[in-house]
């Protein structure tokens, strides 16, 4: 995913970014770079396909909110046809041709640039293809020709009460039946709910947000505990529609330190998601200090819903 902005920010970087007749360009150049990439790939699925495609969408979606302001007007953008090579005919015919061809250029030299950008953003998105589906790799050691392991929700052990936190045990830090420690952003909304997995609490924001949609509150108690060691963090969530959905989970631990950006795509059925976080013991001023665990339910800014059964640690 990285990828994808990285290359279309360095495009934008080289040209006019403030202008959304250049922004969108760049952006259609980034799709009709990526479906040749697909065509020529020739032995990719329709669910490979269409994930692909979603992640420059996505990546497309993050950037532009950088540029949004309550004055920002989208022009119907006209597409810019690149003329072929000229073809070879009687004498004389090639150097009237070339004349023209340069009048063009010297009359439209937007087309100048967006051709430039085109090659710019090519290359470097086919660099990323190659690394991303480990073309640099026999095909015997390519991850998709070996099955991914499922996702297996652990079973539940006897969790301790309260602030009680014991190696190698899980303790449940959210769950809907006790939402206190759940607190939601103006833009956004929980509901709860329950179906055959169990009890969730709906998180959704409004179109257009990609902020925080809740946050889960980590008592000093449990932080303390937590101090010097490794904690394991697993949530349970499924798509509210129905749909794929791309979410976003950060952690903010005071000086103790965070866990980066987490994204997880989740689907219509309920399935669990782990990541792991290298806790070290802080500043003395944030001892008595909570941390907190913020959820983006929908990162494309559609305000499609996240439903969120439970959110647990473990530490070793």
Request: with cysteine; proline share 6%; hydrophobic share 35%.
């Amino acid at each position: 995913m990285a990828g994808f902005e990285d290359v279309i920010q360095r495009a934008l970087e080289k040209q006019d970014s403030g202008s959304v007749l250049v922004r969108q360009q760049i952006y259609d150049s980034a799709r009709k770079t990526l479906a040749k990439m697909l065509n020529s790939a020739g032995n990719l699925s329709p669910e490979n396909i269409r994930d692909q495609q979603q992640r420059l969408e996505i990546a497309i979606a993050e950037i532009e909110s950088r540029y949004i302001t309550p004055d920002t007007v989208y022009p119907e953008v006209n597409p810019v046809m690149v003329e072929p090579p000229p073809v070879q005919g009687p004498a004389g015919y090639n150097d009237a041709a070339q004349s023209e061809k340069r009048s063009i250029f010297k009359r439209r030299p937007f087309a100048i640039l967006l051709l430039s950008t085109t090659i710019i953003v090519a290359a470097a998105m086919g660099t990323w293809w190659i690394y991303d589906q480990d073309l640099a790799r026999p095909a015997a050691m390519r991850d998709n020709s070996v099955p991914n392991p499922p996702r297996i929700l652990k079973a539940e052990s006897s969790a301790p009460d309260g602030s009680e936190l014991v190696d190698g045990e899980w303790l449940t830090i959210f769950e809907p039946g006790d939402p206190r420690e759940l607190s939601t952003q103006a833009a956004s909304t929980a509901e709860l709910g329950e179906d055959g997995a169990g009890k969730y609490v709906r998180l959704a924001a409004q179109g257009g947000v990609t902020s925080n949609s809740a946050i889960v509150t980590v008592e000093p108690g449990l932080m303390e505990a937590m101090h010097g060691k490794t904690a394991t963090f697993e949530l349970k969530t499924k798509s509210g529609d129905g749909a794929d959905l791309q979410f976003v989970i950060t952690c903010q631990f005071n000086s103790s330190g965070d866990c980066g950006r987490k994204r997880f795509t989740t689907g219509k059925l309920a399935e669990s998601f782990v990541f792991n976080v290298k806790i070290i013991r802080g500043n003395a001023e944030d001892e008595n200090k909570s941390g907190s665990i913020s959820i983006v339910a929908d990162i494309s800014g559609q305000g499609r819903p996240l439903d969120l059964y439970l959110l647990r640690i473990s530490v070793k």
